[in-house]
């Protein structure tokens, strides 16, 4: 998962950065001191979580939060133990108290994971077997079960199965909060892959359909722990 870590302290920032490096399944975007650097990575990247302080000179985190129009998950980072309870009022995952270990961030990278499957859950029920899909002037409904894989292309991504190819206006992570992950999970940042269709795994390569496609290191724990493995 993306991250990003917004903090003016940089002894806290710097040492966050490297618990950061020790998860395995984080992958650290951008590091920033001030609101107007964060604002502008998150406007311009795909961010799934980010670590956010509370007191600021520019503003205060709760405020910040307020000025998000997309949905990353939020652990609020403070060195003060009166804010958690406002913390816990918002839409935030978490709360941390600096210093923050590796156990704790371990922690609450779980948390973030399970209220990634709610949030998908709630987004298509497991029930559901089809979407609508935009091809051409019209929608046409598609089995997800026939979705073999899907790849990113900037704002668009391409959805393929084994009959024909429709290029969608969304992005990677809009199509993660839509496609239920008991089947499906995100190996690269170009690539979400139908676990069911999965033939083979190669050290950090998967073969779907005799096509390889890529497994980032940040990804390939979630892998591993997605699939059935003896």
């Known amino acids: 998962m993306k991250c990003l870590i917004l903090d003016d302290d940089n002894v ?10 020790q998860t395995g399944t984080l992958e ?15 406007n311009h990247n795909e961010i799934d979580i980010i670590f956010l302080d509370i007191e600021m000179p520019e503003m205060t985190g709760f405020e ?8 990353p998950f ?3 980072i403070s060195s003060r133990e009166s804010y958690a309870l406002k913390a816990y009022e918002t839409s935030a995952t978490d709360y941390l108290l600096k210093p923050i270990t590796l156990e704790r961030l371990l922690k609450s990278i779980n948390k973030v994971k399970e209220a990634k499957n709610q949030r998908a859950k709630s987004n298509l029920d497991n ?29 668009y991504v391409t959805i393929h199965t084994d009959e024909k190819k429709y290029v969608v206006n969304i992005t990677m992570k809009k ?17 979400i892959v139908n676990l069911n269709k999965i033939e ?20 390939k724990k979630d892998l591993y722990e997605r699939i059935n493995l003896l």
Do not use: Y
Request: aromatic share 8%; proline share 1%; glycine share 0%.
């Open 127 to 155: 029930s559901t077997k089809s979407i609508f899909v935009k091809s051409d002037s019209a929608f046409v409904k598609l089995d997800i079960d026939a979705i073999n894989w899907i790849e990113s292309l900037g704002d």
């Open 12 to 21: 806290s920032r710097i040492a966050l950065e490297e618990i950061i490096k």
């Open 28 to 42: 650290l975007v951008a590091s920033c001191e001030k609101v107007s650097e964060a604002l502008k990575c998150i």
């Open 175 to 191: 199509v993660e909060e839509k496609l239920s992950l008991a089947n499906f999970c995100r190996i690269h940042r170009s690539f």
């Open 200 to 219: 083979k795994i190669e050290e950090n390569i998967v073969i779907i359909k005799n096509k390889t496609f890529p497994v980032s290191r940040s990804n």
């Open 64 to 71: 910040f939060l307020e000025t998000l129009s997309d949905n």
């Open 74 to 76: 939020i652990i609020f």
